[in-house]
């Protein structure tokens, strides 16, 4: 007897067959089923999967991310996972013979495996945001702090599988599609040349030609403006000012505040008790000259116009990748020299220095050597006895310009009579240099360059409290161990570096482990963000300055209590 099919009913007195065709859901029950049922959609392996990526991201950084950006990257994290897992089922399914279907047991253990492994990971990091904290004094409760994070990357996960879930009748339009056109053995071509033309037409019509002109003019905007405080200055002294050779307009918005921040004669005087002068600080923009060779020349001209090369001290700065300069770089020794100093510095980017790294790194070095070499020419007409006291500096990609204007220590000695490099990176090729030749028994984040007789490295100023002859010219790099523009190097993804073994160093915490590849990715992630550890940690340099030039080039009746007190002054003005 045939059994007859489900929907369908008696057939009617007339002999005629009617089918039944069920009703169509409404456009709400469809979003409803879409939205509440997301989590039926995937298998335990794929929640599995994703509980392993969600406690990736939560693996120790260098330092603490705010809230929504761990937030954002962890629920990323999950969507990537699930994504992952679900590519491995479908490469399961295209096996010749497939394995047997799991037993439910299996399936609810695997699935309070995963639960398992994502509390685990929120318990770690809970431990590790503690201890952090502890170490980079930082306030505030990390509960909270992880509570918010949670739920952002809750939020993000379901955002993005939801976007997948309703493109999925589309995709499997596509899959017919191709099913009934091209033939099984051309079918794994078909899907890479649609793939590879789907990315190309991402890359050149939405990244080339809308995201990426949206950033650069976004950047050039945020270049142009300027901090509502920012005003030109008045003093002669300073670029931008009536009787400058350099249009305000022209300074970018790192060059107004570096130009308009500099201390007051009151404030110098104030502090040292005697007679002060007025600082000069000379900027050049990208806009205020075509080409580098004339952007160093006009900021040659500018010393030239406000007597620069009469002060004591002359500080060649090369600016970091957006063209700033940090604050705490020139008034240490403005503060000290009660203002008898200039300062100079020429933009060559208004990007981070992490695309510029990327990018055109050369920049950095062209600039910093137009520079120099245009400085040097004009110092070399005056007579020894004439000539102020010639100084360096550069933080994070202005270092690495600067530290390319010389081939070896040698010519350093030969050229300047100081140099301070702040937040150096690994692609230095002194600090490589310096670091790999360290004497035996110093770390790598501390190392120690032939008894410290010209090269110190220090990661707070009591470091440079060395022992030992401590010759002229001399050299000073900071670095924090949690800086990870310093120490980020595609090797992580494969080695364990020297700052992660025993001893750890101040600001590392002994909870951070070495985990190949994600080490490598939640650096990266760090060097990217940067900016969000407390002063003196990360990448983030303050009055530490102080005591690194009092100890390069601190005038003959200068004193430690001095170092001390101005450490302070510059303290209670960062607050």
Same mark, same amino acid.
């Given at each position: 007897?045939?059994?007859?099919?489900?929907?369908?009913?008696?057939?009617?007195?007339?002999?005629?067959?009617?089918?039944?065709?069920?009703?169509?859901?409404?456009?709400?029950?469809?979003?409803?089923?879409?939205?509440?049922?997301?989590?039926?959609?995937?298998?335990?392996?794929?929640?599995?999967?994703?509980?392993?990526?969600?406690?990736?991201?939560?693996?120790?950084?260098?330092?603490?991310?705010?809230?929504?950006?761990?937030?954002?990257?962890?629920?990323?994290?999950?969507?990537?996972?699930?994504?992952?897992?679900?590519?491995?089922?479908?490469?399961?399914?295209?096996?010749?013979?497939?394995?047997?279907?799991?037993?439910?047991?299996?399936?609810?253990?695997?699935?309070?495996?995963?639960?398992?492994?994502?509390?685990?990971?929120?318990?770690?990091?809970?431990?590790?945001?503690?201890?952090?904290?502890?170490?980079?004094?930082?306030?505030?409760?990390?509960?909270?702090?992880?509570?918010?994070?949670?739920?952002?990357?809750?939020?993000?996960?379901?955002?993005?599988?939801?976007?997948?879930?309703?493109?999925?009748?589309?995709?499997?339009?596509?899959?017919?599609?191709?099913?009934?056109?091209?033939?099984?053995?051309? $079918?794994?071509?078909?899907?890479?040349?649609?793939?590879?033309?789907?990315?190309?037409?991402?890359?050149?019509?939405?990244?080339?030609?809308?995201?990426?002109?949206?950033?650069? +003019?976004?950047?050039?905007?945020?270049?142009?403006?300027? +901090?509502? +405080?920012?005003?030109?200055?008045?003093?002669?002294?300073?670029?931008?000012?009536?009787?400058?050779?350099?249009?305000?307009?022209?300074?970018?918005?790192?060059?107004?505040?570096?130009?308009?921040?500099?201390?007051?004669?009151?404030?110098?005087?104030?502090?040292?008790?005697?007679?002060?002068? =007025?600082?000069?600080? =000379?900027?050049?923009?990208?806009?205020?000259?075509?080409?580098?060779?004339? $952007?160093?020349?006009?900021?040659?001209?500018?010393?030239?116009?406000?007597?620069?090369?009469?002060? +004591?001290?002359?500080?060649?700065?090369?600016?970091?990748?957006?063209?700033?300069?940090?604050?705490?770089?020139?008034a240490p020794l403005e503060y000290m020299y009660r203002g008898d100093t200039a300062a100079v510095a020429v933009q060559y980017s208004y990007l981070p220095s992490w695309l510029v790294m990327g990018g055109n790194q050369d920049r950095a070095r062209t600039t910093a050597s137009a520079l120099f070499d245009a400085v040097t020419r004009r110092l070399r007409r005056r007579p020894l006895s004439a000539r102020p006291l010639l100084l360096l500096y550069g933080e994070s990609l202005g270092s690495f310009g600067s530290e390319q204007v010389f081939a070896d220590l040698a010519d350093i000695r030969a050229h300047v009579d100081g140099a301070l490099w702040v937040g150096p990176t690994r692609a230095n090729p002194l600090w490589r240099q310096f670091t790999a030749a360290r004497d035996a028994g110093s770390p790598q984040w501390r190392p120690v360059y032939q008894d410290g007789r010209t090269v110190r490295f220090a990661t707070n100023g009591e470091d440079l409290n060395q022992s030992g002859r401590w010759s002229t010219p001399r050299v000073v790099y900071l670095q924090h161990p949690s800086d990870p523009v310093t120490w980020w190097t595609p090797d992580l993804a494969f080695t364990r570096p020297a700052w992660l073994r025993d001893p750890r160093p101040r600001g590392i915490s002994p909870r951070t482990p070495y985990l190949p590849i994600i080490t490598f990715v939640q650096t990266t992630i760090d060097t990217i963000l940067g900016g969000n550890a407390p002063t003196g940690h990360g990448h983030i340099y303050g009055p530490e300055h102080v005591d690194a030039w009092a100890h390069i080039a601190a005038p003959t009746d200068w004193t430690r209590a001095d170092t001390t007190r101005l450490r302070a002054r510059l303290e209670s003005l960062a607050d």
């Amino acid at each position: 007897m045939t059994r007859r099919p489900a929907d369908m009913r008696p057939p009617p007195p007339g002999g005629a067959v009617v089918t039944v065709v069920p009703p169509r859901p409404t456009r709400w029950q469809s979003r409803r089923a879409v939205s509440l049922h997301l989590g039926m959609w995937f298998s335990p392996g794929e929640w599995l999967a994703a509980s392993l990526f969600f406690a990736a991201s939560l693996t120790p950084s260098l330092y603490p991310r705010p809230w929504l950006t761990q937030g954002v990257l962890s629920g990323a994290a999950v969507a990537i996972g699930l994504g992952t897992g679900r590519a491995n089922r479908r490469l399961v399914s295209l096996l010749p013979t497939r394995p047997p279907a799991a037993p439910p047991a299996a399936r609810a253990a695997v699935l309070l495996l995963a639960g398992a492994t994502a509390s685990w990971a929120l318990l770690a990091n809970y431990h590790w945001q503690v201890d952090v904290r502890r170490l980079m004094t930082i306030d505030g409760d990390a509960a909270p702090y992880l509570a918010s994070a949670v739920a952002v990357a809750a939020a993000i996960a379901y955002a993005v599988v939801l976007v997948v879930r309703l493109a999925h009748p589309g995709l499997s339009c596509y899959a017919g599609l191709v099913t009934r056109i091209v033939p099984r053995r051309g $079918r794994g071509l078909a899907h890479t040349i649609v793939a590879l033309a789907v990315t190309v037409a991402v890359i050149d019509i939405g990244i080339a030609s809308e995201l990426v002109p949206s950033v650069n +003019d976004r950047l050039v905007a945020a270049d142009a403006g300027s +901090d509502p +405080d920012v005003r030109p200055p008045r003093s002669g002294g300073r670029s931008g000012s009536r009787a400058s050779l350099v249009a305000w307009d022209s300074l970018g918005r790192m060059g107004r505040r570096f130009v308009a921040t500099a201390p007051t004669v009151g404030q110098l005087r104030a502090f040292s008790g005697a007679p002060a002068r =007025a600082p000069i600080r =000379a900027y050049v923009g990208l806009a205020s000259a075509p080409s580098v060779q004339a $952007r160093a020349d006009l900021a040659v001209a500018e010393l030239e116009r406000t007597g620069a090369f009469d002060r +004591d001290v002359l500080l060649v700065i090369t600016a970091t990748g957006t063209g700033s300069v940090n604050r705490h770089a020139v008034a240490p020794l403005e503060y000290m020299y009660r203002g008898d100093t200039a300062a100079v510095a020429v933009q060559y980017s208004y990007l981070p220095s992490w695309l510029v790294m990327g990018g055109n790194q050369d920049r950095a070095r062209t600039t910093a050597s137009a520079l120099f070499d245009a400085v040097t020419r004009r110092l070399r007409r005056r007579p020894l006895s004439a000539r102020p006291l010639l100084l360096l500096y550069g933080e994070s990609l202005g270092s690495f310009g600067s530290e390319q204007v010389f081939a070896d220590l040698a010519d350093i000695r030969a050229h300047v009579d100081g140099a301070l490099w702040v937040g150096p990176t690994r692609a230095n090729p002194l600090w490589r240099q310096f670091t790999a030749a360290r004497d035996a028994g110093s770390p790598q984040w501390r190392p120690v360059y032939q008894d410290g007789r010209t090269v110190r490295f220090a990661t707070n100023g009591e470091d440079l409290n060395q022992s030992g002859r401590w010759s002229t010219p001399r050299v000073v790099y900071l670095q924090h161990p949690s800086d990870p523009v310093t120490w980020w190097t595609p090797d992580l993804a494969f080695t364990r570096p020297a700052w992660l073994r025993d001893p750890r160093p101040r600001g590392i915490s002994p909870r951070t482990p070495y985990l190949p590849i994600i080490t490598f990715v939640q650096t990266t992630i760090d060097t990217i963000l940067g900016g969000n550890a407390p002063t003196g940690h990360g990448h983030i340099y303050g009055p530490e300055h102080v005591d690194a030039w009092a100890h390069i080039a601190a005038p003959t009746d200068w004193t430690r209590a001095d170092t001390t007190r101005l450490r302070a002054r510059l303290e209670s003005l960062a607050d």
